[in-house]
């Protein structure tokens, strides 16, 4: 399509929403074409954009950011559907839930928010740790056996639901991924309000301001992880302004007004 667009003279701007996870040959020829066919590339975080500069050489000025957003208008529709289910199924009454949306799989960080979370229960007792979404579900499920903490992880499943209702139901949203673009659980935490902690990788440090919208952590490390959940859970009443700069950043930057108004002057400008 690019290329059939680029032949009959009609301006084409690509976006890649991600970098690719290995530079082979099969990448390099495909983007190749791809810088040479493009009047513009949009990628959604400065970090993509400085990976194909620097792996691809491809020009900057072909290059735009355009950050991913999120639409708030479905937080009024929360109907408490996911926090009945949890209450129907499982025991987390008066319990502080510490939660990750995304796939259960290593490169997401989940054996190590597992292996976190179980030097915070060494602390609390009262917290749990929900994991929403499919994946290695069985591999994690022994790992948190062999950690003897199974009773106190919910596996839920891939949920289909209305993801707020999901963030709503967390005290503390974590997201340990190893390797990242600009992910919208992210964002539709902070539009929520909550507690983040997030692994100083990819875009993600463009999304949360480490002690102002969140909280950036080693990536791969446990310990690192730990630790700062457990000075979450010591001081929850200390992160109330952070939680407020987190909602106020969806509004001021990546609300789904500004994305609109960022993509028709992207257009606009390209189409000259």
């Known amino acids: 399509m690019v290329y059939a667009a680029k032949k009959s003279n009609i301006p084409v701007i690509l976006s890649v929403v991600s970098m690719p996870q290995k530079i082979d040959t099969i990448s390099k020829i495909i ?3 791809v810088k040479g066919y493009c009047d513009h590339i949009i990628v959604n975080a400065s970090t993509i954009k400085d990976f194909f500069v620097r792996n691809y050489n491809f020009p900057e000025n072909k290059l735009i950011i355009l950050h991913n957003c999120v639409d708030t208008r479905e937080i009024i529709n929360c109907k408490g559907s996911f926090k009945k289910y949890l209450d129907e199924n499982f025991n987390v009454k008066d319990n502080k839930l510490i939660g990750y949306v995304g796939r259960i799989e290593y490169l997401k960080g989940v054996f190590i928010l597992i292996e976190a979370f179980a030097k915070v229960l060494e602390s609390f007792k009262n917290v749990k740790l929900v994991l929403v979404g499919s994946g290695e579900i069985e591999k994690a499920k022994v790992y948190a056996n062999h950690l003897k903490i199974e009773e106190n992880i919910i596996f839920t499943g891939y949920y289909d639901g209305n ?3 999901v963030l709503d139901v967390f005290d503390i ?16 935490a902070m539009a929520m309000g909550k507690i983040i ?4 990788v990819g875009g993600i440090p463009e999304l949360i301001v480490d002690g102002s919208t969140g909280i950036l952590v080693k990536p791969k490390c446990s ?3 730990a ?3 457990i000075n979450i859970l010591n001081n929850m009443d200390n992160y109330i302004s952070m939680r407020n700069n987190a ?4 509004e001021e930057k990546f609300s789904s007004i500004q994305f609109a108004i960022n993509t028709n002057q ?3 400008e390209t189409a000259k």
């Not at 949203?173 to 964002?187: C, D, Q, R, T, V």
């Not at 902690?197 to 100083?200: G, M, N, V, W, Y």
């Not at 909602?247 to 969806?250: A, G, L, P, V």
């Open 31 to 33: 983007y190749r074409n």
């Open 163 to 165: 993801i707020y209702d």
């Open 173 to 188: 949203f974590a997201f340990p991924s190893f390797w990242e673009g600009l992910p919208y659980s992210i964002l539709e």
């Open 197 to 200: 902690i997030a692994s100083d």
């Open 223 to 225: 310990i690192d992880l």
């Open 227 to 229: 630790d700062n959940l």
């Open 247 to 250: 909602k106020e950043t969806i």
């Open 266 to 268: 992207i257009i606009n």
